[in-house]
């Protein structure tokens, strides 16, 4: 199979575009916040880049994605219980902030490329699935891992117990509409895609197709005579 080439013109203009959604989501219409949890639309051009640059391009675009969502989430506080998590630990906050999107974007491009050999549509069903699960499932780890530093921050095993299970449930709820968000749009925005795609490259065969010779019904020239 020929070797993809990443920095092409039309690579780098999508990788922009979605470079730009993520950034746009993120700051202006993200989520729906619920308790500090949220539903993350900002997932799908994660998604998108998996299926179009791989694993790598899916990890870089996930890991843009964990930093704006560190940023404005825990440094400037814009959901309450992610700023009160960074309080009580903020190294491993920071890690599950920054880790969750870009493990969940490497991961899809791997298994975009690894099931797309048999069936894309399949694969990019996959992919979108493997982002919700991983982005909820790397910040549940994240909340285990802090339950003894919330505890301690709290000053009472009991509050921080409460606390536990009210996020915990809201997360699941999470998870689920995330699941049905990306396998809802991702796959049907890459279909778009791929259409979009073969019509430019049918559109540009013409036009790039050496036009062919009048025919002369197949007879010699004459010589002229002198």
């Known amino acids: ?30 989520a ?12 799908i051009p994660i998604v998108l880049a998996g299926i179009f640059f791989g694993m790598w391009g899916g990890g870089a675009l996930g890991l843009v994605s964990g930093l704006i969502t560190f940023i404005v989430t825990a440094v400037m506080g814009r ?13 491993v906050l920071t890690l599950v902030c920054i880790g969750k999107t870009t493990v969940a974007g490497f991961v899809a491009g791997l298994l975009y490329r690894l099931i797309a050999k048999k069936n894309r549509l399949a694969a990019a069903y996959v992919a979108s699935a493997a982002v919700a699960v991983l982005n909820t499932g ?5 909340m285990v891992a802090m339950k ?4 301690a921050f709290l000053g009472t095993e009991a509050t921080a117990q409460v606390v536990f299970v009210t996020v915990f449930g809201l ?28 019509k430019f490259a049918n559109k540009y065969a013409k ?19 002198s």
Do not use: C
């Not at 729906?32 to 997932?43: H, R, Y």
């Not at 036009?207 to 005579?225: L, M």
């Open 79 to 91: 959901e309450p219980a992610t700023a009160f998590l960074f309080q009580a630990n903020p190294a």
């Open 1 to 30: 199979m020929k070797r993809r080439k990443f920095f092409s013109a039309k690579d780098v203009a999508y990788f922009a575009i979605l470079l730009a959604l993520v950034i746009v989501l993120q700051l202006f219409a993200s």
């Open 148 to 151: 003894n530093d919330v505890a």
């Open 32 to 43: 729906i916040p619920m308790f500090g949890i949220t539903l993350n639309f900002s997932l």
């Open 138 to 142: 790397l910040y549940l780890v994240g």
């Open 207 to 225: 036009k790039t197709q050496p036009a062919e010779e009048p025919s002369d019904g197949g007879s010699e020239p004459k010589e002229s005579q």
């Open 171 to 198: 997360v699941w709820l999470n998870l689920v509409l995330e699941l049905a968000v990306n396998i809802l749009f991702a796959p049907a925005i890459h279909r778009v895609v791929l259409i979009a795609e073969k």
